[in-house]
T-cell receptor
């Protein structure tokens, strides 16, 4: 079974520039998550999709962050314009739900540095 | 908030020793999961314990759950160098999944 694919692996941009991340979840997983992980901290949920609908985006800074999941499969996360504090690892995860339990499968993440 | 708090933040032990890390939460849960993250990688699921369970085992892993104290512990026995990683609890409540802040475990040879 192929895992969650993310690209790019690393990205360096200057503040006020824009950047986009891509995620391809495990086939058949209806739920997709984007997390932001700042160095030394736990992952923080940015947005959760169920198929192509948004379930939770309460912690997404909507003035600069946007995300979409076209056709309920691949997803992109965009930041425009980036700020210094956006430097973090952006993790994508997909999940299967069995018996009321969500088990998450993560990609390797995109490490973003904003200079 | 169901945010998980983990302690210790960092733990350094000798190879072969046991490592214990703890996760506390604030509200009721459906289950609690533990994940491992190697440096520069994504998180990998280790073990899950349901709210009606008190203890689970998987290989060298033992997890306990005390719902009265709203806490869970992960024990890694006979540690190995390859266990060096960060460990996170994931709290699944009725509505949300929330990660703890993690314990950074270093196994010294």
């Amino acid at each position: 079974e192929a895992g969650v694919a993310q690209s790019p692996r690393y990205k360096i941009i200057e503040k006020r520039q824009s950047v986009a991340f891509w995620c391809n979840p495990i086939s058949g997983h209806a739920t997709l998550y984007w997390y932001q992980q700042i160095l030394g901290q736990g992952p923080k949920l940015l947005i959760q999709f169920q198929n192509n609908g948004v379930v939770d985006d309460s912690q997404l800074p909507k003035d600069r962050f946007s995300a979409e999941r076209l056709k309920g499969v691949d997803s992109t996360l965009k930041i425009q314009p980036a700020k210094l504090e956006d430097s973090a690892v952006y993790l994508c995860a997909s999940s299967s739900r069995t018996g009321g339990i969500e088990k998450l499968f993560f990609g390797s993440g995109t490490q973003l540095s904003v200079l | 908030s169901q945010q998980g708090e983990e302690d210790p933040q960092a733990l350094s032990i000798q190879e072969g020793e046991n490592a214990t890390m703890n996760c506390s939460y604030k509200t009721s849960i459906n289950n609690l999961q533990w994940y491992r993250q190697n440096s520069g990688r994504g998180l990998v699921h280790l073990i899950l314990i349901r709210s009606n369970e008190r203890e689970k085992h998987s290989g060298r892993l033992r997890v306990t759950l005390d719902t009265s104290k709203k806490s869970s512990s992960l024990l890694i026995t006979a540690s190995r160098a390859a266990d060096t990683a960060s460990y996170f609890c994931l709290i699944q409540g009725a509505q949300k999944l929330v990660f703890g802040q993690g314990t950074r475990l270093t196994i010294n040879p």
